[in-house]
């Protein structure tokens, strides 16, 4: 095989008529498109093919070292004289490399090494280049160190239900402890304020988070400031912080001094041992807090919060889910809006954004609607009339553009509106469909002439399962009187909003109210939000996503224990990523990938959640934590594999998918198998996709860990940085190791408690001896530089399917075309928690042997140019033989382009002398790669552009024919916003 490219030229004639000519070579197949006058012969389009198509294989061969790889893999898996010879997965395998292999020692010699080095009767190439290359007093003796090793290999079947349910226990263990240690802050909130006594002359002293080493300009510290000792910390993303005090946060529209601030902060400060105590039993933990229902915020570690352009911190714990969920129940809600003629100016406003507030405390398991009513009923969202929709983020955001377009007029008939919100709560609780848990009532109006008990009497008593919470506008209290009774006597709450500051903290209020009967049954029940960013733990990438386990705070006191006193919420962060950390990667294979949604449905980890924009500016998509499953699976119509999931069974499913890869750019079809089960004590699923064909196979290798170790600690060998291998984060005296040195201590018994896996290791270790002889091969490569007429050769690299890699400079690292290459700044070029690199899966679904070719989509720079090329190495050649490693080569796109355009110079004419090429003014040519982004054309601004963009007629006859065939698929980013019923 050639590669995978298309080869297209045009004819144009001297009239300048539209193309004539076209042929596509795809592999080795050349094709005339069209043409009914004389172009080019079909035979010199063929030779041009041949010509730069050989040439190409052979220096990206030569250069990756794939066949001295695949050669050595074969060696690895023939079997000996008298074993069996079966390769069928699940039969051990055994063999020895054998280095006076003929094939395997003419790859070596016909690829660059050095010719003329002496070897001893029976001694293999590798070893003697080594001994050349050391020298006589350089380490340890090379025919000692270098001595083959025996190796045995076994192919086996992934067992897909057994993995999932696997990872579903490691799942349920990391969120088991989360929500040990937000217990233990819990049982300590409640302890502490039990034995506290509230003085109304408290004076104390806190840290809070804004003034922490401020100064006024005296130099002295400010009021509630002082001096507070931050320091960089790697496990917050070098964040400073103080790992053995919290700070204070207080909401802007807050009196810091406020005697129910001062004392709740006073008897939370004996949070402070156990926030320290929580970290030293699980130092993988990061942010804990207590959220007060007064308002303020305790955080550890303390770091300092800086407030934004505006010189304000608009944080109130009390809006955030995760407390919101904590202290209420999930519950139905409809909300009246008065928009009656009184209603008019400011009242509307004031009254719009108590909606908006009100919406802001609903979250994900609520269910709303939205209500108008003057003489007449009109539903916010005509299109919902008599039902409710999901609290998501999509919903609440339509409801409030159609908040816009509210007016005032008319008279305000409050008791038909009363009497449509009872109708509406009650006929939904009975479809099973709501929260089926609260109902509430929220009424936004300027008064009441009359109570409605006779719509209260038909309607809700005497059972009073719906609670009616009035919001009077206006700063008038005439008819406060029969709001006030309205809400007594349907055990709701009443509020008086008279200006825009006011809204927040009195729509708060009823979140109390709806608490207090898991306060009073004491309901510790363990909450997880969905996935959300944390703005203030970032990495290089941009925020990081997390999930939160949070609890409800009681007061046990005695003389309050039967009122329902909410204190607060405690709660504990865990970022997504170290929940990733757990995805066996190499079980999964190239394609494959773990999942996991909430009981709505809603992605909490995934590969193609992307929260942020990819326009540079690391902005925050709006609906990003309710991405539903069926978004990026889209593929099943029918929601059997979200549905099944949603309903927490164990199970399996099977489809045909489409995945993006290359920021979209391209696409790869195949057949998925996904296998899911629930996690215990948490109201998520866990699920894993498994690619059919060399997806489904794994294979176990094993090496002496002495000679695996010993490949493993050479300079050219890195491991990805996102998986774990050894888990460093538990033990604090760990943090500081590498994955390689942790390997080795665990490997070699120095570190009994270092939690490793051993079978990945197992794995790793067998990678680094086999892809050991590379690193000789690349640097004979390397040296021989008179012999090197290849210079556009920049990099060599290879992957393994155990996050192993091997790279190789063949000039100076500042004189790289792509110095972001292989690096993290290029993610989609490096393994990482959650995917292969691209030039690793675009080859594993080539043929083996046949490489293929790119340009970077990142390479925008001239500077950074380049062509990338790879090939995948197959463990057997059989069809079920697992993927086990991609080899490729970076090289200068002027070098790639000067072998193409050298190339199509050729003639068969015995003279020497062609009349035609790419060359004469009226031929285009171009060079295009599999789908179908061109990689040589005469005008340098279209290189890299899809092919259609640039000859889009010549694009639509290539997919009549055959040659290309056009690819939907359908992403989350270009959704429109739905309505989730």
Request: with cysteine; proline share 4%.
């Amino acid at each position: 095989m050639l590669g995978k490219w298309s080869l297209l030229f045009s004819h144009m004639c001297s009239s300048s008529s539209s193309l004539l000519l076209l042929w596509t070579l795809v592999g080795l197949d050349v094709v005339e498109v069209s043409g009914s006058q004389p172009g080019i012969p079909l035979s010199v389009v063929k030779l041009w093919a041949s010509a730069f198509g050989g040439e190409i294989k052979s220096i990206s061969a030569k250069y990756s070292g794939s066949q001295l790889l695949q050669k050595d893999l074969w060696a690895i898996t023939a079997p000996r004289p008298g074993t069996n010879s079966s390769s069928e997965p699940g039969s051990p395998v055994k063999g020895r490399i054998n280095p006076k292999n003929a094939a395997c020692l003419a790859a070596w010699e016909e690829s660059g090494g050095i010719r003329g080095s002496p070897r001893k009767h029976g001694e293999s190439f590798q070893t003697a280049y080594r001994k050349r290359l050391l020298g006589p007093n350089l380490g340890p003796p090379c025919t000692e160190k270098y001595k083959e090793p025996e190796k045995s290999v076994r192919v086996e079947e992934i067992d897909g239900v057994k993995l999932v349910k696997n990872l579903a226990l490691k799942l349920e263990e990391v969120f088991w402890k989360k929500a040990e240690a937000t217990r233990r802050l819990v049982e300590a909130a409640e302890e502490a304020h039990h034995q506290h006594e509230d003085n109304p002359d408290l004076q104390y002293e806190y840290f809070n988070a804004v003034l922490i080493n401020e100064v006024d300009e005296e130099g002295n510290n400010v009021e509630l400031g002082g001096e507070f000792l931050l320091e960089p910390n790697d496990h917050f993303n070098n964040l400073s912080v103080n790992l053995s005090l919290s700070v204070v946060q207080v909401p802007t529209n807050m009196y810091n001094k406020d005697p129910d601030i001062v004392n709740g902060v006073y008897w939370s400060e004996a949070l402070n041992k156990v926030f320290v105590d929580n970290f030293e039993r699980d130092p993988t933990l990061i942010w804990q807090y207590f959220g007060s229902a007064k308002g303020f915020f305790r955080q550890y570690p303390g770091v300092k919060w800086h407030p934004d352009e505006h010189g304000v911190i608009g944080f109130d714990c009390r809006n955030r889910k995760w407390y919101i969920q904590a202290a209420t129940s999930p519950k139905d809600v409809v909300i009246l809006i008065d928009v009656s003629g009184s209603m008019k100016g400011l009242r509307l406003t004031i009254a719009r954004q108590t909606v908006s507030s009100i919406l802001d405390t609903l979250g994900d398991d609520d269910f709303f609607n939205v209500i108008a009513y003057n003489q007449e009923i009109h539903y916010v969202e005509p299109c919902l009339n008599g039902t409710l929709v999901r609290a998501d983020r999509t919903n609440k955001d339509h409801f409030r553009e159609h908040l816009k377009k509210l007016f005032a007029k008319g008279i305000g008939l409050l008791g038909v509106a009363l009497a449509e919100a009872f109708t509406i709560l009650n006929e939904f609780n009975q479809t099973g469909r709501g929260s089926l848990c609260s109902q509430a009532i929220m009424l936004v109006t300027d008064g009441a002439t009359e109570m409605y008990d006779d719509v209260f009497e038909k309607y809700n008593w005497p059972e009073r399962k719906v609670r009616i919470f009035p919001y009077l506008i206006g700063r008038e209290s005439a008819f406060a009187d029969n709001l006030k009774w309205m809400a007594c006597a349907n055990k709701g709450y009443f509020s008086q909003i008279s200006t825009l500051a006011d809204v927040q903290e009195n729509v708060m209020r009823y979140l109390h109210v709806m608490s207090r009967p898991k306060v009073i049954d004491h309901e510790h029940d363990t909450v997880w939000t969905e996935a959300y960013v944390d703005s203030a733990l970032k990495d290089k990438s941009g925020p990081s996503l997390m999930t939160t386990v949070a609890m409800p705070v009681f007061s046990t006191k005695n003389e309050t224990k039967n009122q329902g006193i909410l204190l607060g919420v405690a709660g504990t962060d865990i970022p997504l990523q170290e929940l990733m950390k757990l995805i066996p990667k190499h079980m999964l294979g190239i394609h494959g990938y773990a999942f996991a949604i909430t009981n709505n449905g809603y992605i909490l980890m995934h590969p193609d959640l992307r929260p942020l924009y990819q326009d540079g500016k690391k902005r925050r998509k709006p609906n990003y934590s309710s991405v539903d499953l069926s978004e990026v699976e889209w593929e099943d119509k029918d929601d059997i594999l979200r549905n099944a999931m949603v309903k927490r069974r164990t199970g399996t499913f099977s489809m045909e998918v489409k995945k993006t890869v290359d920021g979209g750019r391209r696409v790869l079809k195949m057949h998925n198998d996904y296998f899911y089960t629930d996690i215990k004590g948490t109201p998520f699923s866990v699920g894993v996709a498994l690619s059919r064909g060399h997806g489904k196979y794994f294979f176990r290798g094993n090496v002496s860990v002495e000679a695996g170790l010993r490949d493993l600690e050479q300079p050219d060998v890195a491991l990805a940085d996102e998986w774990t291998y050894c888990n460093t984060e538990e033990q604090h005296e760990h943090r500081h190791l590498t994955q390689i040195q942790a390997i080795k201590m665990f490997m070699t018994g120095r570190r009994t408690h270092l939690k490793c896996d051993r079978e990945l290791i197992q794995e790793v270790l067998f990678d680094a001896v086999v892809t050991a002889p590379l690193e000789a091969y690349w640097t004979g490569l390397a040296l021989n530089k008179s012999e090197n007429s290849d210079k556009g050769v920049e990099i060599a690299f290879l992957g393994t399917r155990a996050g192993l890699s091997r790279t190789n400079l063949f000039v100076p690292a500042d004189q790289l075309s792509n110095q972001d290459f292989l690096t993290a700044e290029e993610k989609e070029g490096v393994f990482n928690a959650d995917h292969f690199p691209l030039w690793y899966k675009r080859a594993a679904e080539q043929v083996p042997g046949a490489f293929v070719y790119s340009i970077p989509f990142s390479t925008a720079l001239e500077n950074k140019s380049v062509v990338l090329a790879s090939t995948a190495i197959q463990l057997l050649d059989d069809r079920k033989s697992p993927i086990v490693a991609a080899v490729g080569i970076q090289m200068k796109l002027e070098f790639f382009q000067r072998k193409f355009w050298t190339a199509c110079r050729q003639c068969t004419a015995l003279d020497g002398k062609c009349g035609i090429s790419c060359d004469s003014a009226d031929i285009n040519c171009y060079l295009i790669d599999n789908n179908a982004f061109i990689l040589v054309t005469e005008e340098p601004s279209q290189t890299g552009l899809f092919f259609g963009e640039v000859e889009g007629a010549v694009m639509n006859k290539l997919l009549q024919m055959g040659s290309f065939k056009r690819s939907e698929t359908q992403h989350h980013i270009s959704l429109s916003p739905k309505l989730i019923h």
